[in-house]
């Protein structure tokens, strides 16, 4: 697998994207994210506000505001590794616990 980069979240989750599963992201699910490589590595990186699903304790949402508000969701696994699930544009933040804010 080719990755498109890797990141350590600031809660030292190393989230990794690969090239393929990007691609299936933006031309499938979000067509929008397109381009937007960078910007979903910054919401990793440093996000505004990062809470955990509600319905999965291994899922965490990376928000980060820009020209508007995005949304990186990342499964983090026991081994401290993790993985992109999602990004898209949101046009409110979901429900779950807070868990850390910039």
């Not at 393929?20 to 440093?46: C, F, I, N, Q, T």
């Not at 990062?50 to 081994?79: M, N």
């Amino acid at each position: 697998m080719e990755e498109l980069f890797e990141v350590v979240t600031p809660l030292g989750c190393r989230v990794r994207v690969g090239r393929d599963y990007w691609d299936y992201v933006v031309s499938k699910k979000h067509p929008y994210m397109r381009d937007r490589e960078g910007l979903v590595e910054e919401a990793l990186r440093g996000p505004d506000e990062i809470r955990k699903s509600k319905t999965d304790q291994g899922i965490f949402l990376y928000y980060i505001r820009k020209d508007r508000l995005y949304c990186a969701v990342a499964r983090h696994e026991d081994d401290g590794r993790g993985f992109l699930i999602t990004a898209y544009p949101a046009d409110k933040l979901k429900e779950g616990e807070v868990i850390w804010t910039k």
